[in-house]
T-cell receptor, first 110, second 114 residues
Framework: AQSVTQLGSHVSVSEGALVLLRCNYS??????LFWYVQYPNQGLQLLLK??????LVKGINGFEAEFKKSETSFHLTKPSAHMSDAAEYFC????????FGTGTRLTIIP | EAGVAQSPRYKIIEKRQSVAFWCNPI?????LYWYQQILGQGPKLLIQ????????DSQLPKDRFSAERLKGVDSTLKIQPAKLEDSAVYLC????????????FGPGTRLTVL
């Protein structure tokens, strides 16, 4: 069975600092990997996804993630945090069913 | 392109009452999903439809939850009778194909059971 572990339920960074949100997965088949963002009282919006090919994936709003098979990781990064990045971030893995992690709440400190 | 529509956005009921949620997916999307998101957790799949057929309902509490997608377009999720632990946000999503295809989510229905 596939699963996702997100390390750190809450992460705080200063505005302009590096954002790093950690995600590790387990899957019995080559995975499809996703990062979604959820703003308060809204549904989930796709940030980026990895299916095949290039292991460094670029998404919206300046985010990117790198698929590392040897480490079973898919960490999300952004070089410079902005106040508008404050939200809940979910990592997910899919074969035919999308399985989400428990989420990381990102707070930006002015 | 219109997104996934859900109604109502908020619902408050007493335990043991019944409630229904409605979802209209993105036009042309064959696959429709219902998720339950309990506060502080990630969404959990309840049921997946491919057109009007059920593909996966292994995590649906069938003694109280039911869902249908009669014409392969919009869908209804029902809870009867509701329990306190059913308080959650119910998210609907859709896409063309399961697997690598991106799922597009609606805004959700926040259910509070008192």
């Amino acid at each position: 069975a596939q699963s996702v572990t997100q390390l750190g339920s809450h992460v705080s960074v200063s505005e302009g600092a590096l954002v790093l949100l950690r995600c590790n997965y387990s899957s019995s088949v080559p995975p499809y990997l996703f990062w979604y963002v959820q703003y308060p009282n809204q549904g989930l919006q796709l940030l980026l996804k990895y299916t095949t090919g290039a292991t460094l994936v670029k998404g919206i709003n300046g985010f990117e993630a790198e698929f590392k098979k040897s480490e079973t990781s898919f960490h999300l990064t952004k070089p410079s945090a902005h106040m508008s990045d404050a939200a809940e971030y979910f990592c997910a893995v899919s074969d035919l069913r999308l399985t989400f992690g428990t989420g990381t709440r990102l707070t930006i400190i002015p | 392109e219109a997104g996934v529509a859900q109604s109502p956005r908020y619902k408050i009921i007493e335990k043991r009452q019944s409630v229904a949620f409605w979802c209209n997916p993105i036009s042309g999307h064959a696959t429709l999903y219902w998720y339950q998101q309990i506060l502080g957790q990630g969404p959990k799949l309840l049921i997946q439809f491919q057109n009007n057929g059920v593909v996966d309902d292994s995590q649906l509490p069938k003694d109280r939850f039911s869902a249908e997608r009669l014409k392969g377009v919009d869908s209804t999720l029902k809870i009867q009778p509701a329990k306190l632990e059913d308080s959650a946000v119910y998210l609907c999503a859709s896409n063309h194909l399961a697997g690598s295809d991106t799922q597009y989510f609606g805004p959700g229905t926040r259910l509070t059971v008192l």
